[in-house]
């Protein structure tokens, strides 16, 4: 993708902060900007099982948002995810905590992203560096509930 058209993307993705959140958008805030992706939520052993795994492409913008009962110690690996990706580790606040970047499809080693993680983003392998997001940085969602560092807006029950 061409540099402009790239920049053209994440202009229109990048919506305002405090707009409603909604359980398929996230927003990550930072230095950087903002940029809101369209994801999944994977929030039963099931469906983090599952993950990413067999999706052969994502669309840009795209991502998974992996939802635990509570801060702990998790661990990735790409077996049988087909495409390469970025974790963005998060605490039960919504700050990124640990980026592993560019995941290697099929690879089995182990990706941890330390203590207190509650969530997780897999996004487009690459993407964290090309849009500058860092830790420290912090997600909006509603999964991250009413103590969130950047909490949803209340509107309509979202």
Not at 17 to 25: E, F, I, K, N, V
Not at 43 to 64: H, I, N, T, W, Y
Not at 123 to 149: E, K
Request: glycine content about 10%; hydrophobic content about 45%; aromatic content about 8%.
């Amino acid at each position: 993708m061409k540099l402009a058209s790239f920049v053209g993307v994440f202009m229109v993705a990048a919506a305002p902060l405090w707009a409603t959140c909604a359980d398929d958008r996230i927003t990550i805030k930072g230095d950087f900007g903002q940029a809101t992706f369209t994801i999944d939520v994977a929030d039963d052993a099931r469906e983090r099982a599952q993950g990413l795994m067999f999706v052969e492409q994502m669309p840009l913008l795209s991502g998974m948002l992996f939802v635990y009962e509570r801060p702990q110690t998790v661990s990735f690996w790409m077996k049988n995810t087909l495409i390469p990706l970025d974790m963005l580790f998060a605490s039960p606040r919504g700050e990124i905590l640990h980026i592993h970047e560019n995941a290697i499809p099929g690879d089995t080693t182990s990706i941890t992203g330390g203590d207190g993680v509650q969530m997780v983003l897999e996004i487009n392998g690459g993407l964290s560096t090309r849009l500058g997001i860092a830790v420290g940085d912090v997600m909006q969602h509603p999964s991250f509930g009413n103590d969130a560092i950047l909490p949803c807006v209340q509107n309509g029950g979202n």
